[in-house]
């Protein structure tokens, strides 16, 4: 490749990772030359603005045709557009509660560094998004997965996070391996890395021989993934690594690492095994004839991340579990397709819902356990009598996410829903599994709230809320009650820009 | 103005919630004030709404209809496929469940004077439960509908954990964890109908399912039209609630705060026969009346064997728990008789029951204020200290139990009426409930007011005075009103009655 190719490619469309990137450098080297006395808590604001400009610069390239450059290995496709901007929203806001992060042994020393590892897990994830080769798809991945194995051990003289860091790194050696070797076969069988002519190639394999192979590769990279997204069974790592990871981490973990994991999900499978025929005859696509491994899943992630939430006393694992039956009610929408009609909109609606009502709750988590100076679900007793706004933000956050109707948490669910049922035959079991599911969640949540408005106040002391706080408890109780009560704000945006995501692969 | 009268009614009660919000905790006088004046827009909107009835406007004027949600991107097709509109409406039967809504939230706004502390959050909650309460019956489609159904559903919950009776927590857990099922299995139908036919308007829906001819994204076949009619069957019964489903009523009967009750006796239940009489009925007729013994044998049930546990009860509360089954059980009689007479019977028990049982959880509240007790054993002798309150009290429970001149003997008489032309055997099995019922108010009432008396502390107790006679006087003037002249409500509920009537065969 000479200069010339180099040049003649459209960098704009990289421009907001090139911006996250600066950003990360500018950080690191900051962080190394300013004298140790200085404050790092500073830095957090240049970060959110490396993240608002990048939101920016992706805001103008919103219009912008399908771009793809390296030879298509970085699309700017309407999918990667719309995740990306969910990505950004959601990084900004978990930057907002990192900067008011204050664990009990301080933090000093290590903020500088953590800003710029957060940066670099973004970068990975929007690489994520925007890559059409399994190649950068997997160093997205990687970028991602090893920048946050550092950040759950940040608290370097905490013992329980060094344990989550382990038990994270181990959890996501293997699954990184498994998914790697599951790609190795796809490589195998159609003898290209990227995923348009992949997707061509696999769409003639009628040949039994080659379907058991595509069928291996496919559980390899289920699997692999699966632990990304902390599916069950491959949750276990989930509930010690929230636990233990300071707490702007576990909601980065619960978030955005989650988000990517459905975002490479969705790259794979809809450009891979969407195309590729699932029988010798070609009837049916591979991925209709095997839903039923992707149903099992979803249903086998919702009951346990649902019942076993049940038991648990530390918000955290409480809320890592929940996560994890968060994560089964996307996987439903993933294995039902949507019905055809409903699927990237409906992931990506859900998503935002989960963002938004997620980071509002941890920022709630945060607040209240560096100041409780414990983690037990008795923290929130008497929120209600001591700060009736805090519990407000805490009660709509926690609706939603047990998918009241009036927020975001419940059109989510009826997106996901109206898939399940819209096909023929629907998939009634599933959507069964789901909604009894939601039901168990309510003994979870309300209890929750049964804490803040019916127990006596547990910790005397006024509640100190950072401004930056308080700016992500507002913004995610506004949004998840604008987009829950007036959705089409959402729906008309995602469907004006983006269509019906048809430029998913490259048609050369 | 016409057209957004319906959304000021039903959003009425937030100017309300906004004047208490912004008033301090610990002014008590005030908040009540407030909380009690929160309620007057609604009833005052409710009775211009009735006064535009009895002077000839037809309620379709009131309708509105505004584009809200879009789901999908399946616009280049239909744009209204999977559409939902922000679609209020009103009809005779709406109107009167409207005003039952508004009068019982007022009284119960004032019987609410018994808290005892927490009166912002309280009203607060009661507010927007009552915004609930008037979306569910205003709603034209499914979506609102269930939107504003589980509007009810978190106040309710808090308001039962958090000012009731010893137990309270428990209660609304129960309370909770059935009615989410119940909800669950309604969303369940709403979106399995909406998914296959992309639309959730009720009067679409209903051209749809009884005449069919439109495409449908995926068919519905007739086993699954059962199947959608048995689950809005089930998730309304558990609402009502009828036997087997009733344990959390008696629950929630038993630990909330009267004054909480009086709403969840006087409204919230009746959700479920409306929504039976609008959903089950009104969308699937064919399969619903291929059901309705089941109903008729569930409501027979309920009927006896609520009666004959409140027989035995020596808490005054759940002797009231017990005869809302037996009275909710007439109800189910009356829908599964499949003709008018034993329609138009239910929706009188319903609005009669709504009434009686806001009077009598009223003189529960009163009675508790004076007594800390409402144990049978510890009341008797009431007659003497408070003759007022004893006659209120004789006056109620005669009307409970079915008393002609009073609005409990209409709506008996009408289902009877009804069943005993569709179902003579089992109707003449349930008559036996009537003489259960005579015999467990008679005896609860005449142990409180003539009984002995077996606290051994004689306390002082004032009669009921002041403005306690207003919503005692209001409800027993109601239930005197609709006993001696039934057109009152007739009237309205007639021409809903007669539609519904026609779709499943007009017998």
Same mark, same amino acid.
């Given at each position: ?174 699954s990184t391996a498994i998914t790697l070797f599951g790609m190795s076969y796809l490589y195998g069988v159609t003898g290209s890395v990227n995923l348009g002519d992949m997707s061509r190639t696999m769409a003639g394999m009628t040949d039994g021989q080659l379907q058991y192979i595509i069928g291996l590769a496919f559980f390899m990279v289920f699997v692999g993934l699966s632990f990304k997204i902390a599916a069950a069974p491959f949750h276990m790592w989930a509930p010690d ?14 978030? $955005?690492?989650?988000?990517?994991? %459905?975002?490479?999900? *969705?790259? #794979? /499978? +809809?450009?891979? &095994?969407? @195309?590729? =025929? !699932? ?124 998918? $009241?109707?009036?927020?975001?948490? %419940?059109?989510?669910? *009826?997106? #996901? /829903? +109206?898939?399940? &049922?819209? @096909?023929? =035959? !629907? ?82 | ?507």
């Amino acid at each position: 490749m000479d200069w010339n190719t180099m040049l003649s490619y459209n960098w704009g469309a990289m421009m907001p990772e090139f911006i996250i990137l600066g950003t990360t450098m500018a950080l690191s080297i900051l962080d190394l030359f300013w004298p140790v006395h200085f404050n790092r808590r500073k830095l957090a604001w240049l970060a959110l603005t490396g993240i608002i400009l990048a939101g920016l610069s992706l805001i103008s390239l919103l219009s912008f045709e399908t771009v793809s450059i390296l030879s298509d290995t970085f699309r700017l496709d309407s999918f990667a557009k719309a995740f990306k901007l969910l990505l950004l929203v959601g990084a900004g806001l978990i930057i907002l509660l990192a900067e008011g992060y204050e664990p009990k042994e301080g933090l000093r020393e290590h903020r500088g560094e953590f800003y710029y590892l957060f940066l670099t897990a973004l970068l990975g994830a929007m690489i994520m998004s925007s890559s059409g080769d399994l190649i950068t798809l997997f160093v997205g991945l990687e970028l991602l997965s090893l920048s946050s194995y550092i950040l759950v051990g940040i608290r370097k003289r905490d013992r329980a996070s060094n344990e989550a860091s382990m038990k994270y790194v181990i959890n996501g050696g293997i699954s990184t391996a498994i998914t790697l070797f599951g790609m190795s076969y796809l490589y195998g069988v159609t003898g290209s890395v990227n995923l348009g002519d992949m997707s061509r190639t696999m769409a003639g394999m009628t040949d039994g021989q080659l379907q058991y192979i595509i069928g291996l590769a496919f559980f390899m990279v289920f699997v692999g993934l699966s632990f990304k997204i902390a599916a069950a069974p491959f949750h276990m790592w989930a509930p010690d690594v929230y636990e233990g990871a300071p707490t702007p981490v576990a909601s980065f973990l619960s978030v $955005i690492s989650k988000m990517a994991g %459905f975002v490479i999900l *969705l790259r #794979i /499978f +809809l450009s891979l &095994f969407l @195309t590729a =025929p !699932g029988d010798v005859f070609g009837a049916l696509d591979f991925l209709e004839k095997n839903d039923g491994y992707i149903a099992t899943m979803a249903g086998l992630t919702i009951i346990i991340g649902n019942v076993i939430a049940l038991r648990q006393q530390n918000v955290k694992r409480l809320f890592a579990y929940s996560s994890i039956a968060h994560a089964g009610y996307l996987l439903v929408a993933v294995a039902t397709l949507g019905g055809g009609y409903f699927l990237i909109d409906t992931v990506w609606y859900y998503l935002l819902a989960y963002v938004l009502m997620n980071i509002g709750a941890f920022a709630v988590i945060q607040l209240l356990s560096s100041q409780s100076g414990t983690e037990d679900i008795g923290m929130l007793a008497g929120l209600g009598r001591k700060s009736p706004l805090l519990a407000l933000a805490f009660t709509i956050y926690i609706l939603s996410l047990a998918g $009241i109707p009036g927020t975001t948490g %419940f059109i989510g669910k *009826l997106n #996901i /829903f +109206l898939g399940t &049922f819209i @096909t023929e =035959p !629907g998939h009634f079991v599933l959507a069964g599994i789901m909604i009894a599911g939601t039901i168990v969640s309510y003994v979870y949540y309300f209890g929750l709230l049964v804490q803040v408005f019916f127990r006596p106040i547990h910790f005397e002391g006024a509640i100190k809320i950072r401004p930056g706080v308080s700016a992500v408890l507002i913004i995610c109780a506004i949004g998840t009650v604008i987009f829950g009560i007036a959705p089409n704000i959402a729906f008309d945006f995602i469907h004006e820009q983006f269509g019906d995501f048809t430029d998913f692969i490259s048609s050369k | 103005m016409n057209v957004y009268l319906l959304s000021l009614l039903v959003f009425s009660p937030l100017l309300g919630i906004l004047m208490i919000s912004l008033m301090p905790k610990k002014e008590e006088r005030t908040i009540k004030q407030f909380g009690f004046f929160g309620t007057l827009p609604p009833l005052i909107l409710s009775f211009f709404l009735c006064s535009q009835y009895y002077s000839g406007v037809a309620l379709s004027a009131f309708s509105i209809k505004v584009d809200w949600i879009r789901f999908g991107n399946l616009e280049m097709y239909d744009p209204k496929l999977f559409a939902v509109n922000y679609e209020l409406g009103l009809d005779g039967l709406s109107l009167s469940f409207i005003l039952l809504t508004t009068i019982v939230s007022s009284l119960a706004a004032m019987a609410s004077i018994y808290i005892k502390q927490g009166w912002k959050g309280y009203y607060l909650l009661f507010l927007i439960l009552e915004i609930g309460m008037l979306g569910v019956f205003t709603a034209e489609n499914l979506i609102l509908f269930f939107i504003f159904f589980e509007m009810t559903l978190v106040p309710a919950f808090f308001l039962i954990g958090r000012w009731g009776f010893l137990e309270r927590e428990k209660a609304s857990y129960y309370f909770l964890i059935y009615n989410g099922i119940g909800s669950a299995v309604l969303l369940v139908a709403i979106l399995i109908l909406f998914a296959r036919t992309g639309t959730t308007n009720i009067a679409a829906l209903t051209q749809m399912m009884t005449m069919g001819g439109v495409s449908l994204f995926a068919p519905i076949s007739s086993s699954m039209k059962y199947g959608l009619c048995l689950a809005f069957l089930i998730a309304f019964a558990i609402k009502l609630p009828v036997f087997p489903f009733h344990s959390w009523m008696v629950r929630v009967h038993a630990e909330a705060h009267p004054s909480i009750v009086m709403v969840h006796a006087g409204v919230l239940l009746k959700i479920g026969a409306y929504g039976i009489i609008r959903f089950a009925m009104g969308i699937f007729p064919e399969q619903y009346e291929s059901l309705a013994l089941a109903l008729v044998l569930m409501g027979v049930i309920s009927f006896l064997y609520g009666a004959w546990l409140a027989m035995v009860q020596t808490d005054f509360k759940l002797v009231l728990a017990y005869s809302s089954i037996s009275h909710m059980g007439i109800v189910m009689m009356g829908l599964g008789a499949l003709n008018e007479a034993g329609l138009q019977g239910a929706v009188f028990q319903v609005i009669s029951h709504g009434l009686i049982a806001a009077l009598l959880f009223f003189l529960v509240g009163a009675l508790y204020e004076r007594t800390g007790s409402t144990m049978l054993p510890n009341l008797g002798g009431l007659a003497r200290s408070m003759p007022v309150f004893s006659g209120f009290l004789l006056a109620c429970g005669l009307a409970s139990l079915g008393l002609p001149g009073m609005s409990g003997f209409i709506s008996e008489f009408m289902v009877f009426l009804g069943l005993f032309k569709g179902q003579p055997l089992l109707a003449a099995i349930a008559v036996i409930g009537l003489i259960f019922t005579a015999i467990y108010i008679l005896r609860a009432v005449m142990l409180m007011t003539f009984g002995k008396n077996d606290s051994l502390e004689e306390k002082e107790k004032r009669d009921i005075e002041g403005w306690e006679l207003v919503p005692a006087l209001v409800l027993l003037g109601l239930i005197i009103a609709i006993g001696v002249y039934p057109n009152l409500l007739g009237g309205p509920i007639q021409s809903t009655i007669e539609a519904v009537m026609l779709a499943l065969g007009g017998r």
